[in-house]
C-alpha cells in the first residue's frame, strides 16, 4: 500500500514568537508547508518570522494577535488567507501560567489563563472549520500538559485549562474526526522555555521539575516540536479523527 502524501497546506501557528511555538514553526516550514505565525509580542514575531523566512523555502507570515480576543480571528484569519490560501492546520501553542494557589487566585487572574490556553483554542478551531474541512490531511493540535494530569497545587488555573485542553480535544475529534480532520493534544513534561526561565533560575526547583520527568531531565524545544510539529506536519498511519492524546519528553 502506498503511503498518502503528506499535505502541503499551510498550518496556523499561535504563540510562535517563543518556545515550543516557535520550534514547532520551524520544523512544520521545513516540511514543506507555508506558516503563519501569531503571537501577543509584535516584536518578539516579526523577528521570529524573519529568522524563520531566512532559511525557509515556503511563506512565512507573521502577525500580532491576542488570541484572547475572538472578534480578532476573522479579520486576522483572512489577512492570513489572502497570502498563504486556506489553513490545513493550527496547533495552538500560545499558553500563559499564574503561579497563585486557589486560595488566593483572583477571578480575573482565572480567567486570563483559562482564556488563553483553553477558551482560544475552542474557538480558534471552529473559526477554522471551513478550511480545515475544505481540503485533505488537515489537523488540529492542543497543547496540553503533564499538568493536565498530575497535581500541582501552586498552577490551579493553568492545570485546569490544560486538563480542559484535552477534553476539549476529544470532543472536536469525535465532530470533525468523521469530516476527515485529526485532532490530537501533545502533553509536553518541562521544557526549558521562557515560560520556565524563572523556576529553572531557582537550582532546587530546577532539581525538582527534573526528578519528575522519566527521562530525569528538563526537555528542549527542540525535542518536544518533533512531536506537535511532526502531528501537524506530516500524515500520520492512524486514521483520520484519532481520538488521542500522548505524551512528550
Ligand atoms: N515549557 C514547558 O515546560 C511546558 C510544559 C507543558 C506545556 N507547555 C505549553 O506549551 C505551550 C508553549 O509554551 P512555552 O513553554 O513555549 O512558553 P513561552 O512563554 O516560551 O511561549 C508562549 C508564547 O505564547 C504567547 N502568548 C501568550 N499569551 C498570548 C496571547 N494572548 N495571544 C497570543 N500569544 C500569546 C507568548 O507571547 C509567548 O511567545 C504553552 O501552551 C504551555 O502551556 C509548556
Redesign the pocket.
Known sequence: MNPQPSPDSPVLV??????????CAAVIAASGRPVVL????PA??TEAGARLEAVASVPVLAAA?????PELYAGALDAARSVVGPIGGFV??????DSTPMSRLSAEAWRRVL???LT?FGFLTAALIPDLTSQDGSSVVG?????ALVGQGAIPS?SA??AGVLGLVRSLAAELGPRGVRVNAV??????????SRSLEDTGRAER?AGLAMLKR??R?RR?RASSGSFSAARPPSSPGARSWWMAA
Open positions: 499561535t504563540g510562535a514568537a517563543s518556545g515550543i511555538g516557535a520550534a501569531w503571537d501577543l509580542d518578539a514575531v494577535v491576542d488570541v484572547s480576543k495552538h501553542c500560545a499558553g500563559v501560567v482564556e488563553v490556553n482560544a497543547i496540553g500538559s503533564v499538568n493553568y485549562s490544560k502533553c509536553p513534561g518541562y521544557i526549558a522555555t521562557p515560560m520556565l521539575m528538563v526537555g524545544p518536544s
